[in-house]
């Protein structure tokens, strides 16, 4: 008898996943951010008032402020208010600390001769402390970008702007940890090197440069600011980001909540918090995949 060879049947198509009719993609950019801008104002009777915290988030337009994906946050220091600007940095935290012991004189309390020498108009100091964005927009420089739009809108009357780049301890290192077999603290303290390094080179494209002890300064008497958010902003001009919106359904009144078409921004559960008591980290300023690229 001869064979019969029969072939076997093509097999189907994979199926086409049906699109979630509860979600819709939409496209913005920046000219879709808005930035919203809060602080306090203590009343209380001999409260030292020298350093002032500013909470900014980062919003995407709907009418308003819609959801935050991204927080920054900033110290404006008046050393003529506080008969020890360090102490009173130190009061708030130790990362403030340190970065006023590098500007300030500890024991006259007002700038290094040297850096109050090279400013163009001296007068308060601007920190910027920790930032945060949602990993999903980052790698394109927009977070150091909204951070230079903050600088610039709360920089009248500031002599100097600085910042200590260094990541915390709860994200993610932009730099390959070393073989776990060969780990050391040597290896660690080449890692945290080489971060700091790539979030300097993030904030120099702001127009800050390193002063000492790590600490990065940008003089908002001059027009290296300006400069800068003109370039930037024409890089990012035609960037755009993709938002996830889900469409809810209230669990009370069953009503759908979210924007006029009843979406709600996908926010993952890290994302950051634009109340000013939520916990802030610090912004991981270039993505993991390329160096070149600031978040």
């Known amino acids: 008898m001869t064979d019969v060879h029969i072939p076997l049947p093509a097999p189907a198509p994979p199926a086409e996943q049906p699109t979630d009719p509860r979600t819709r993609v939409q496209t913005v950019g920046i000219d879709d951010i808005i930035l919203t801008y809060s602080s306090e104002h203590w009343l209380r009777p001999w409260r030292d008032d020298s350093v002032q915290r500013w909470d900014i988030g980062m ?3 709907e009418e308003g402020p819609g959801p935050c994906f991204g927080t920054i946050e900033l110290y404006v220091v008046d050393h003529w ?5 360090v102490s009173s940095l130190d009061a708030v935290s130790v990362d403030l600390q340190e970065i006023g012991a590098t500007l300030y004189d500890p024991e006259l309390g007002h700038l290094r001769d ?6 163009a108009l001296p007068g308060k100091t601007t920190i910027v402390d920790r ?3 949602d990993q999903r927009f980052r790698g394109q420089g927009l977070g150091v970008y909204l951070t230079g739009l903050a600088l610039d809108y709360l920089s009248h009357g500031a002599g100097v702007i600085a910042l200590f780049p260094s990541p915390l301890e709860d994200e993610e290192t932009p730099v390959p940890p070393p073989d776990p077999w060969e780990r050391s ?8 090197a080489a971060a700091r390094a790539r979030l300097g080179r993030a904030w120099s494209r702001l127009g800050f440069e390193h002063y000492r002890n790590g600490t990065w300064i940008l003089d908002p008497g001059m027009t290296t600011l300006d400069n800068a958010l003109r370039r930037e902003r024409q890089r990012l001009q035609d960037h755009r980001v993709e938002r996830h919106l889900h469409r809810r359904r209230s669990q009370r009144s069953g009503h759908v909540r979210g924007d006029r078409q009843g979406h709600h921004d996908e926010i993952s559960p890290a994302s ?4 000013p008591s939520g916990k802030l980290v610090e912004l991981w300023a270039l993505d993991n995949a390329r160096e070149s690229t600031p978040c």
């Not at 208010?81 to 600007?85: V, Y």
């Not at 603290?185 to 945290?192: A, G, P, T």
């Open 185 to 192: 603290e040597k290896s660690d303290e080449v890692v945290l």
């Open 114 to 119: 040297d850096l109050h020498e090279d400013l």
């Open 131 to 133: 930032v945060r964005m």
């Open 81 to 85: 208010r506080s008969p020890n600007i």
């Open 59 to 61: 919003h995407f337009n």
């Open 272 to 275: 950051p918090s634009c109340h």
